[in-house]
């Protein structure tokens, strides 16, 4: 008696992964033959071409998903490479920036993706091969992360929330990305020669906001700021109610028209990392940190510590050196 046996179900191969599946020459391989990964059905799939001539496909992925912009974050230290990826798995579709790091990881699938995306055993490193090879060609994107001027082709130009300035007005095509607190940063060249001439005396009107033991100093802060490190800060001095607040806008404002008295980008109320990392941003561009408010209880201590630091690293040109390894 002659038996013949036949297996109806799904096996492994040697990567651990679902079953492969041959397919004989004549069958249709979309694609170029050079590339390894494939879309086939809602699915990403490996290609291997055997050596008895047939096409095998391994299911690496049950979704899809493509590298659609390579995003470079420069703060003016250092630089960070973010991934923007789109996926589509159970017929919805999200898209979503990652560092370039994580992504090599691939542990990111099912905190993105949920329970339903599925990376087959065996397969991680192929799913992140497959996107990228199936991503075809990625638009690099370079994003600003701080105020003030950088080098950009052949020109200097100054950075700010809205763009970035130079020497015929706006440029186009730079974008920056500044924490919510500095969202207000924004400059507007003068449309004309009598705007512009407006601005000046309006600048200049200042020193008679307060004595000039007080304004001329401060005024004298606004333009130092935007020529590049100091090392040195103000710090304004007197009982309540003597217009501290309002004084110190006039000057914020000259680096943007929406900080007013209640719109002031930072204070002392907020951690001495958080307002290092402001600073930080900030780099050529004034910022005022309001609220130093002693109390005379337990808590001065730590408001003098904050104070300390902050001013201390302005003082030694550091905030841009050690926020670098602030998280």
Known sequence: MKFRMVFLGQDEDSAGGLAAQDIGTAATVTGSPERCYEHRGTDMVRRDQLANGRVRYTP?????????????????????????????WGGRTRGFAMPAAEFGRMGWVLHQLGPEAIVYPGQQQHVRAAIQSLSGAIPQEQIFAHLGWREHGA???YLH????????GSLEGLKV??????????LRPPSDREECIRAVRASLHVLTAAPDRISFP???????????????????SG?????????????????????????????????????????FSAKDALLVVDDFAP?????????????ERLFRAVGNLQRRRRLAKIV
């Open 239 to 279: 009982p309540s109610g003597v217009f501290k607040t309002a004084l110190a806008t006039l000057a914020q404002q000259h680096f943007g028209a929406a900080m007013n008295a209640h719109g002031l980008p930072a204070n002392f109320a907020s951690t001495a990392n958080a307002l290092e990392r402001l600073a």
């Open 161 to 168: 929330a809205g763009g970035a300035l130079g020497v015929s």
């Open 155 to 157: 020109q200097w130009v």
């Open 60 to 88: 690496v992925a049950n979704f899809r998903a493509r590298i659609v912009r390579d995003i470079i974050r420069d703060d003016g230290a250092q630089q960070q490479r973010d991934f923007y990826v789109e996926a589509e």
């Open 295 to 307: 109390t005379g209880g337990a808590g001065d201590g730590e408001l003098q510590q904050v104070t």
């Open 177 to 186: 990305q500044l924490p919510a607190p500095m969202q207000n940063y924004r």
């Open 218 to 236: 401060l005024l004298a802060g606004v333009y130092r700021a935007a020529l590049g490190a100091a090392r040195f800060s103000l710090f304004l």
